[in-house]
Nanobody
């Protein structure tokens, strides 16, 4: 599966952004989808994941209550709505697909190219 992320940009602290990711292929619905970010000098962090069918969602502690992950299998798309953004949310955000519902970045086999989110103070 090939993934194409978009929607990053520069936003002031307290603002909002919505990231989108579109996948190729006819098996999108069979994959767990995740948004993974990497800040400069830091490791990959799974900020949100959504199970097949969308019933299950998990969030990392720093973003819980501010970010919302969703998916639209009819459009082969996954989204990340980011509200109340903080400067520490600055990172490259990747969408990723895998077969396991996990907060471990290593289980996701397919990654998009990343989109940069910069939050100014």
């Amino acid at each position: 599966v090939q993934l194409q992320a978009s929607g990053g940009g520069l936003v002031q602290a307290g603002g909002s952004l919505r990231l989108s990711c579109v996948a190729s292929g006819r098996t999108f619905g069979s994959y767990v989808m995740a948004w993974i970010r990497q800040a400069p000098g830091k490791e990959h962090d799974v900020v949100a994941a959504i199970s097949t069918g969308g019933a299950g969602r998990i969030y990392s502690d720093p973003v819980r209550g501010r970010f919302t992950i969703s998916r639209d299998d009819a459009k082969n798309a996954v989204y990340l709505q980011m509200n109340s953004l903080k400067p520490e949310d600055t990172a490259v955000y990747y969408c990723a697909a895998g077969k396991f519902f996990s907060q471990r970045a290593g289980v996701y086999n397919y990654w998009g190219q990343g989109t940069l989110v910069t939050v100014s103070s």
